[in-house]
C-alpha cells in the first residue's frame, strides 16, 4: 500500500530479549522507557532489502490509492540509553516459567529451551489460573497481548480493548496478591498520540510525549491504561518497582506471517520467498 515515503523503526527480537533482561533487573525507577532502535526505515527502503535479500524477481507494485499510513514514527532512545546503557548480559541463575495460551506461539518455537522452563498452558483472562500461577517469583515479565494486523485492531476494537485490559489487569492483581516485587511490562508505540505520527517531518518521540493522549487504536488506550495501573500501584505499594518499555516494530524468527495477524517484516518476506507461489 502507499508510496513507501513512510518510516518506521524495527528492532531484532533478540536485542529486545536482552533490553528486557537488563530493564527489569537493572532498573530502579518507574515510568515507561522507549524500547527501539533510534534508526529509522522507510517502506521502501525496507521493500529493496527484502529483495534483495530474498533474492526475489518479481515486480513490486506501490498502489498510491491506498494510504501510507502514519508517515513517520521515530523513538528518541536518550533515556533508555542513559538508565540501561546496553549493559552486557545478565548471568542469572533463575528458574523461568512461561505462560502462554499458544494461539499464536507453538512450543516447538522454544527449541532446547523447553527443557529448561516450566510451561503454563491457559488464558490471562481467567483470573484465578493467573493467581494460582503467578506466584513464588522474583519478577514478571508481562509481553502476553491480543494482537493483530491493522485489520484485526480496526475490525475488532473492542475485543483487543477489552481482552487486553483484562489480561493487563489480571497479571498485576495476581502479582501484587502474591508479594511480587519487581514487574516488567511490555508496552507499544501505539500509546503515543495519532498527532505526531501524521507527517513526515514529525520530531522525534519522547517518552513525555504520550499525553495528552490521544492514541489511534483501541490497543494503544489498553497499554496507556496499564501504564497509568502500574503507575498507581508503584506509589500504593513502596516496595513494588516497576519498568516499562513501549515496543516499536520488532521482528524475528517464528513470527506470524499472515497477510491478517502478521507484522511487515514478516508478512513481505515470506511472500517474496514464496512468489510466485504466493502472491
Not at 537493572?26 to 527484502?50: C, K, Q
Amino acid at each position: 500500500w502507499g508510496t513507501g515515503v513512510a518510516s518506521r523503526e524495527f528492532l531484532y527480537s533478540v536485542d529486545t530479549a536482552q533490553a528486557i533482561i537488563d530493564m527489569a533487573v537493572r532498573v530502579n525507577e518507574t515510568g515507561p522507557f522507549n524500547l527501539g532502535t533510534g534508526t529509522e526505515t522507510t517502506i521502501r527502503e525496507l521493500i529493496e532489502t527484502i529483495r534483495e535479500l530474498t533474492e526475489f524477481e518479481g515486480d513490486i507494485v506501490w498502489d498510491t490509492s491506498k494510504p501510507d499510513g502514519q508517515p513517520r514514527r521515530f523513538y528518541d532512545m536518550s533515556k533508555f540509553k542513559e538508565s540501561v546503557g546496553y549493559v552486557p548480559s545478565t548471568s542469572i541463575d533463575a528458574q523461568i516459567t512461561i505462560i502462554d495460551d499458544l494461539s499464536r506461539g507453538q512450543t516447538e518455537f522454544l527449541g532446547d529451551a523447553i527443557e529448561h522452563v516450566t510451561l503454563k498452558v491457559f488464558d490471562l483472562c481467567d483470573y484465578q489460573k493467573c493467581l494460582d500461577a503467578i506466584k513464588d517469583f522474583d519478577v514478571v515479565v508481562h509481553m502476553a497481548s491480543k494482537v493483530g494486523g491493522i485489520k484485526v485492531y480496526i475490525d475488532q476494537p473492542f475485543s483487543i480493548m477489552n481482552d487486553n485490559i483484562s489480561i493487563d489487569s489480571n497479571v498485576l492483581r495476581a502479582a501484587l496478591h502474591n508479594g511480587i516485587k519487581k514487574f516488567f511490562y511490555a508496552s507499544s508505540a501505539h500509546v503515543y498520540p495519532i498527532s505526531m505520527q501524521n507527517t513526515l517531518e514529525g520530531k522525534k518521540i519522547f517518552e513525555m510525549d504520550a499525553y495528552p493522549a490521544d492514541p489511534l487504536l483501541s490497543y494503544g488506550w489498553a497499554k496507556l491504561i496499564m501504564e497509568k495501573q502500574l503507575e498507581c500501584a508503584a506509589r500504593e505499594f513502596k516496595d513494588f518497582s516497576v519498568a516499562i518499555a513501549r515496543y516499536i516494530g520488532i521482528y524475528g524468527p517464528n513470527q506470524d506471517y499472515g497477510l491478517q495477524t502478521g507484522s511487515v517484516i514478516p508478512a513481505f518476506s515470506h511472500r517474496a520467498i514464496r512468489y510466485p507461489e504466493v502472491p
